[in-house]
């Protein structure tokens, strides 16, 4: 999922379009939730990110 996430962003997708995908396809949040949201897919962007990195993130 994380991969997914990475990938769908550094191919141009907002954080808004990627929530949306991962929600049409059922896919659960970390945390087993149902909903994504795009500060949840910002998160996870930022967490992905090696320490100490500025990673800018597109909304």
Same mark, same amino acid.
């Given at each position: 999922?994380? &991969?997914?996430?990475?990938?769908? !962003?550094? !191919?141009? #997708?907002?954080? #808004?379009?990627? &929530?949306? %995908?991962?929600?049409?396809?059922?896919? @659960? =949040?970390? $945390?087993?939730?149902? $909903?994504?949201?795009p *500060? =949840? /897919?910002? &998160?996870?962007?930022?967490? *992905?990110? @090696?320490?100490?990195?500025?990673?800018? /993130? %597109? =909304?």
């Open positions: 999922m994380v &991969a997914r996430i990475c990938r769908e !962003h550094a !191919h141009g #997708a907002s954080l #808004a379009e990627i &929530a949306r %995908r991962l929600n049409r396809d059922e896919i @659960p =949040t970390g $945390q087993g939730g149902r $909903q994504w949201w *500060s =949840t /897919v910002r &998160a996870v962007l930022l967490r *992905s990110s @090696p320490p100490g990195s500025a990673r800018a /993130v %597109r =909304t």
